[in-house]
């Protein structure tokens, strides 16, 4: 049974940091995109960042939504099945539930309906 478990949410002052990491489970992610969505309340759901495995041992690419670049940083350790989302210099706009999914693809994907497995979130909440 495919599992993702997200974790390290919690309360930060703006400007603040948080490491959000994503436990997968249930088989071998490698060759899976995996990425971080976030949904505040009364919005839609958006894309924040995702990674591809290149086809290269353990070389991925990553791509990021415009508004989080310098930001965040997305990695991956394929021998833990995890994805982390580095949060730095956080704003009260990026206050959401955070999400990590998996699909089986190898293509950077930014749309959350092409994700298949979903973890139940995180919530990350920045006061100013």
């Known amino acids: 049974q495919v599992q993702l478990v997200e974790s390290g949410g919690g309360l930060v002052q703006a400007g603040g940091s948080l490491n959000l990491s994503c436990a997968a489970s249930?088989?071998?992610?490698?060759?899976?995109?995996m990425g971080w969505f976030r949904q505040a309340p009364g919005k839609e759901r958006e894309f924040v960042a995702t990674t591809r495995w290149s086809g290269y041992r353990t070389t991925y690419y990553a791509d990021y939504a415009d508004f989080v670049k310098g930001r965040f940083t997305i990695s991956r350790d394929s021998a833990k099945n995890t994805v982390d989302l580095q949060l730095n210099t956080l704003k009260a706009e990026d206050t959401a539930v955070y999400y990590c999914a998996a699909a089986a693809s190898s293509r950077i994907i930014r749309t959350w309906f092409e994700y298949e497995y979903w973890g139940q979130g995180t919530q990350v909440t920045v006061s100013s």
């Open positions: 249930g088989r071998t992610f490698n060759s899976y995109s």
